[in-house]
Nanobody, 115 residues
């Protein structure tokens, strides 16, 4: 069982930045995959950014050039740096991890972009 705890969400003005953190209960280096997802009201959950065990990354087209996923293996933490935020980025952001074929989720953190 893997526990994931997200933090760092909040209210930010358009054009602003936030950094989300996802702390895992065990070594993230052992994870096959870790990613950040988001879900806005009335919409399906979508993958925003992902990182494989080898460090490869992938991003949704809507966030390329604005969001950056990174990790700190020593802290068992994955980050999502979000810059140039716009109202369309408003959603609840979830951290997800896959290990031995099982997928684990955090409780999410709310990001609201509004003036």
């Amino acid at each position: 069982q893997v526990q994931l705890v997200e933090s760092g969400g909040g209210l930010v003005q358009p054009g602003g930045s936030l950094r989300l953190s996802c702390a895992a209960s065990q070594s993230i280096f052992s994870m096959d995959f870790m990613g950040w997802y988001r879900q806005a009201p009335g919409k399906q959950r979508e993958l925003v950014a992902a990182m494989t065990r080898s460090g490869g990354t992938d991003y949704a087209d809507s966030v390329k050039g604005r969001f950056t996923i990174s990790r700190d293996n020593a802290k068992n933490t994955v980050y999502l740096q979000m810059d140039s935020l716009n109202p369309e980025d408003t959603a609840r952001y979830y951290c997800g991890a896959r290990l031995y074929g099982n997928t684990y989720w955090g409780q999410g953190t709310q990001v609201t972009v509004s003036s």
